[in-house]
C-alpha cells in the first residue's frame, strides 16, 4: 500500500516536471507556422482577454514581411521541385530555385495581341492583369503584342539549346514555365518594336512606368545579372500583383530577390 501511494505521488511529480516541457518545443513550433498558430485561439474560451494576445502575434508570424526574410529552399529531391520556391505567397524561379518538369500550372488563353506565337496561356490571375494592361496600354496610345508567355519545361530545353544563354534560363529555372511571365512588344507606325528596341522605345517606356499598376515588373533590369541571372531584357515582364510590383520598383536594384530578401 505504502509503495503503491508512493508509485501514484511519484508519478504525480514526474507529470508535473515533464508536462510543461514537453508541452512548450511544439508549441514553440507550431507558431512558426500561420496554419497551425490561427487553430491556437481555439484552444482559448472565446471571452478570455489571452484570445486577444494569441491572435495578434499569429498574425504578425504570417505577414509577408516577416516571412520574406532568411527563407531558404527546402525542396531537396525533383518530386518536391514539381511545385515552384514560394517566398511570401510569390514563386521565385530562377537559376538558383528551379521547377522539375512535373511542375504545370493552371493556364488559361488569354485573347490579347500576339505575334510569332499561335496563343497566349498564361495562370488565371496573370491572364485578367495582362488583359487590363494592354487596354490600358491601348487607351494611352501604344499597341502591346506577345511574343511569347507559358513555356513547357520541354520547350524550354529547347529554347535553351539554340539561344543566348546570357538570355535565356536552362530548362526548369525560367519564369516561363510558371505561366506568370510574358515576353512583349509594340508594334508604332505599324511595325513591331521588339528585343533591346522595345528598351529605348516609347511603348517600352511606358511599360516601365505603369507595368506595376497591373502587377507587372520588368524581371531583369539593366545590370543586375549577378542577382537574376540574367541579362537586361526590357521585353520580359513577370506577374507578382500590384503590391509586390510596387515594393520591388522601389528597391535600390529593382529586383524581385533582392525584394524577397529585403522584405
Ligand atoms: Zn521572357
Redesign the pocket.
Known amino acids: 500500500m505504502v509503495l503503491g501511494a508512493l508509485g501514484i505521488v511519484l508519478s504525480f511529480i514526474a507529470g508535473l516536471v515533464a508536462g510543461p516541457v514537453l508541452g512548450i518545443g511544439p508549441g514553440r513550433q507550431d507558431l512558426a507556422s500561420p496554419a497551425s498558430a490561427a487553430l491556437a485561439p481555439t484552444a482559448l474560451p472565446a471571452s478570455t482577454p489571452g484570445r486577444t494576445a494569441v491572435t495578434t502575434p499569429s498574425a504578425k508570424v504570417s505577414a509577408p514581411e516577416s516571412d520574406c526574410k532568411g527563407v531558404r529552399d527546402r525542396r531537396r529531391t525533383t518530386a518536391a521541385r514539381g511545385k515552384p520556391f514560394v517566398v511570401c505567397g510569390i514563386a521565385l524561379i530562377n537559376k538558383e530555385h528551379r521547377v522539375s518538369a512535373a511542375y504545370r500550372p493552371k493556364l488559361v488563353t488569354v485573347a490579347v495581341k500576339a505575334s510569332g506565337v499561335p496563343d497566349v496561356r498564361l495562370q488565371p490571375v496573370a491572364a485578367t492583369a495582362l488583359t487590363r494592361l494592354f487596354r490600358a496600354a491601348a487607351k494611352a496610345g501604344y499597341t502591346l503584342v506577345v511574343r ?1 508567355s507559358y513555356r513547357s519545361y520541354a520547350t524550354q530545353a529547347t529554347w535553351y539549346a539554340t539561344m543566348d544563354k546570357n538570355l ?1 534560363a536552362p530548362a526548369g529555372a ?3 514555365q510558371s505561366g506568370l ?3 512583349l512588344a509594340g508594334i508604332q507606325a505599324g511595325r513591331l518594336v521588339r528585343g533591346t528596341a522595345l528598351g529605348s522605345s516609347r511603348t517600352g517606356a511606358w511599360l516601365l512606368k505603369h507595368a506595376a499598376d497591373y502587377g507587372f515588373i520588368l ?1 531583369y533590369p539593366t545590370n543586375q545579372s549577378k542577382i537574376t541571372g540574367i541579362a537586361y ?1 526590357p ?2 515582364f513577370r506577374y507578382v500583383g500590384v503590391k509586390v510590383a510596387k515594393g520591388v520598383n522601389a528597391t535600390k536594384t529593382k529586383t524581385l530577390e533582392r525584394y524577397l530578401e529585403e522584405g
Do not use: F
Open positions: 511569347s535565356t525560367s519564369e516561363h511571365a510574358v515576353d524581371r531584357e521585353w520580359h
